[in-house]
């Protein structure tokens, strides 16, 4: 079934307020099995060539040791406790053998996304907007 976000936000610490929340007039809704980009700003030229992407403003990820939640205040959908260590220009990707509510909380389904995997120029790698490759190559 189809999941609207506006009134849900993004989390950057467990039982935290949204740093950001989705609240618009037109209604943003995701289809189930769909793949979705996120961004800060929806400029390509300052978001790396991103695809069209669904644009949150101004949460500020950190590289290591980051939380990163989608949820009301008092409710959280969905998680990720500890998203490791971030290299810039390298984005961990989960395996879609692990694409589920329970797995997609452990890092040890997540990866840097494997070599040629790239987006925008080519410099950055990551799959945005498409289905993520597997881990284990």
């Known amino acids: 079934a189809p999941f609207q ?12 307020t949204p740093k950001y ?3 618009t007039n037109q209604c943003i809704e995701l289809a189930a099995g769909g793949h979705y980009v996120f961004c800060r700003s929806t400029d390509a030229a300052k978001n790396g060539g991103l695809p069209p992407c669904i644009e949150y403003g101004s949460l500020t990820l950190t590289n290591s040791n980051g939380f ?8 959280v ?19 879609p053998a ?4 329970t797995d997609n909380d452990s890092l040890n389904f997540w ?7 790239s987006f925008g120029d080519g410099s ?3 799959t945005p907007g498409v289905k993520n490759p597997s881990c284990s190559g």
């Open 5 to 16: 976000i506006n009134g849900i936000g993004l989390l950057s610490a467990a039982g935290s």
């Open 21 to 23: 929340t989705f609240d």
């Open 68 to 75: 990163l939640g989608l949820g009301q205040a008092g409710t």
């Open 77 to 95: 959908y969905d998680m990720i406790l500890d998203y490791g260590t971030v290299q810039d220009g390298i984005s961990k990707s989960l395996d």
């Open 98 to 101: 692990h694409y589920n509510a």
């Open 111 to 117: 990866c840097d996304t494997p070599e040629g995997n």
């Open 124 to 126: 950055t790698r990551g």
